[in-house]
């Protein structure tokens, strides 16, 4: 079911990150539809084929950068993770956003991901810092971000508008020098 992928972008210990292709629609597809409820209120990925051409058209042209986590162990598609909003100049900056397999939920991928994109945007990109805006009842990515070392920086009222509802959000973010002090990469 889980082919191998194009060339990898980065490696870790038991995933690892590859870019958002047309040739991993149904994998992406199939992900994206079985953990649809488990996603919402928070995201609402691409669950069709067309909205996932939209998707890939978004990486292509503007200022994201899209990365897809497998697992090491038999390539299978558990998590994305997306740059959003890139800004270089004097800002070099981006938004996260993220979204994983809810079967594999809880087993440390998604952290493991996120790490490597961390280190592939202070490193490779050369960001200052990467934000994450959550809802404030999101416990799960709350969590993730905390574990590997974003601060909360505040909280902003109708922060952006999910499914037509402007929805409240809770303000985290991590510095290239907190993330490559912390990582051993400093």
Known sequence: MFGRRRKDIARGERVHLFAPSRDVAGDYLAMTQSSKEYHRPWVFPAIDARRYRLYLDRVAKSRTM?????RNEDDRLIGVVNINDIVMGGFRSGSLGYYADMELAGQGYMGEGLALVLDHAFTMLDLNRLESNIQPANAASIALVRKIGF?????????????DIWRDHERWAILSEEWLATSGQA
């Open 66 to 70: 899209g990365f897809f986590i497998g």
């Open 151 to 163: 601060r909360k920086e505040g909280f902003s009222p109708k922060f952006l508008k999910i499914d």
